[in-house]
């Protein structure tokens, strides 16, 4: 009887365990709890059961490893190109304890992507390079603070991705961290903003004004070599610098950089010069055709354009007789022409000229052979016109009209007529036949009759008749003249 009761005992305790979860993992524990009761003898069982339902999370970790998968791509990143070096990196302001710069973003920021920028500096005599920027940035410009005034510093800039850093782009020279008053800029005047052209012999004499404070530091190349002092003379003061060559010559043109630095900070220019003189003559002048009054001639361009491109070419002919040259052609743009109107039975010879901006060639290219323009021989035959009777009585194409005028001032009637033979007029006033008489005067031209009213009186007004009369007939018209008093 006492082994019965802690039977019944354990039993109550087991139950006292699983009410307990009963309500959280009831749904889950009640098949577990059917099936385990016939191996109760086994309490190891359950234990086992208790971790079967602690590693239900480790199926969890498991799926996060199916994700281990993602390092495959971290291996292809090695594989991509890093992003191309900064451009243009600068200094734009320098002061006591600070130094700002500027650059351009890469060409090419890589596959990935740009995360930023990372400025690096270095003392002047050291190699240990330090970057002043704890996370990468994406803005281009940057001010490095809390540095010793007096100091010399080197400085890069590196553009970063998700593959690795570009190439750094680095500052030429060390920046000396010293207060700039004003920073340097080289004023260009407007002349030599474009190519600066001379001829050869003429002297080159060019001051370029900069400013900038303290006292810039100038400094004159060309195709990143210094300059050649025996033939460029350089004066610089504190707000300018002078170029200055006393001969040009053709191997001075070229483009020259000028550099204002102060500091790190400096500001470029370029100046272009070009020196040129005269062509060589063309090459090669051929007279191709003679033909009824016409010629046409070829060349090839001279050996030698004089530095210079060439404008177009100037063609000229002469004649025998004369021996006398005249321009036919000027600023021919093409190497060939045809010179027509030539005189029949002449002969001639050509000569042509190249010019550039410098002018004309100093000698001209002269065919070898001449042009003679011979007489053509036509035979004239007349042609046959039908005989025409051409009489005709007179006709008036035009009639007089009337007009006013006044006292004193002279006027015109005016009238046209046609008919053959050349019919003769008479000028009447109010039917009466006007004769020799000095306040008219009568002309015929090409059939257009006038007849001229000398200072009129109010007596000359009335009705004026041009007649017109030939062997075949006559004709008349009439107009009205009213001759008004001054007002």
């Not at 100091?151 to 020279?173: C, G, N």
């Not at 004239?380 to 009209?401: A, G, N, S, V, W």
């Amino acid at each position: 009887g006492k082994t019965a009761p802690p039977a019944t005992e354990p039993a109550p305790t087991a139950p006292e365990k699983e009410p307990a979860p009963a309500p959280k993992e009831e749904p889950t524990s009640a098949p577990a709890a059917e099936e385990p009761p016939a191996p109760e003898q086994h309490p190891a069982m359950e234990q086992p059961t208790a971790p079967a339902d602690e590693p239900a999370p480790v199926p969890t970790a498991a799926p996060a490893e199916p994700q281990a998968p993602a390092p495959a791509p971290e291996a292809e990143k090695p594989k991509a190109e890093p992003p191309s070096s900064p451009l243009s990196l600068a200094v734009e302001e320098v002061s006591e304890n600070s130094v700002t710069l500027t650059w351009k973003a890469p060409e090419q920021t890589g596959r990935s992507g740009l995360d930023g920028y990372v400025v690096e500096i270095c003392k002047d005599g050291s190699t240990n390079w330090t970057a002043v920027n704890e996370e990468p940035f994406l803005s281009t410009r940057y001010t490095i603070q809390d540095l010793g005034s007096g100091d010399k510093i080197h400085v890069r800039v590196k553009a970063v991705s998700a593959s690795r850093a570009s190439v750094p782009a680095t500052l030429e020279q060390p920046v000396l961290i010293r207060e700039i008053l004003q920073l340097p800029r080289i004023r260009m005047p407007r002349h030599l903003r474009q190519t600066y052209i001379r001829r050869v012999g003429d002297a080159i004499n060019v001051m370029i004004p900069f400013q900038g404070k303290p006292k810039p530091e100038v400094s004159w190349t060309r195709g990143d070599q210094p300059l050649d002092t025996s033939r460029i003379n350089i004066r610089n003061t504190e707000k300018d610098t002078i170029f200055y060559v006393r001969e040009a010559q053709r191997s001075d043109s070229g483009k020259y950089e000028l550099t204002v630095r102060i500091n790190g900070a400096e500001d470029k220019a370029t100046l272009d010069i070009q020196v040129i003189e005269p062509p060589g003559p063309p090459q090669n002048l051929k007279l191709v055709d003679v033909w009824g009054f016409n010629v046409a001639l070829e060349w090839t361009p001279p050996l030698d354009n004089g530095n210079s491109e060439i404008k177009g070419y100037v063609v000229q002919k002469s004649d025998k007789k004369s021996g006398k040259w005249f321009t036919v052609l000027e600023r021919c743009t093409r190497t060939s022409c045809t010179i027509s109107d030539l005189i029949i039975g002449n002969t001639y010879s050509f000569r042509v000229f190249a010019e550039n901006a410098c002018g004309l060639s100093e000698k001209a290219a002269v065919t070898a052979g001449v042009a003679h323009i011979n007489k053509t021989k036509t035979a004239y035959q007349p042609e046959k016109i039908p005989q025409r009777d051409m009489m005709e009585p007179p006709k008036f194409t035009q009639p007089l009209t009337d007009r006013t005028t006044t006292r004193g001032y002279s006027t015109h009637l005016f009238c046209c007529v046609r008919g053959f033979p050349q019919p003769k007029i008479i000028w009447m006033k109010n039917q009466m036949e006007i004769r020799e008489d000095p306040k008219y005067i009568a002309m015929i031209e090409q059939g257009v009759c006038s007849l001229e009213i000398r200072k009129p009186s109010p007596f000359d007004g009335g009705i004026y008749t041009c007649k017109a009369v030939n062997p075949l007939g006559e004709a008349s018209v009439d107009c009205k003249l009213d001759v008004k008093g001054k007002i």
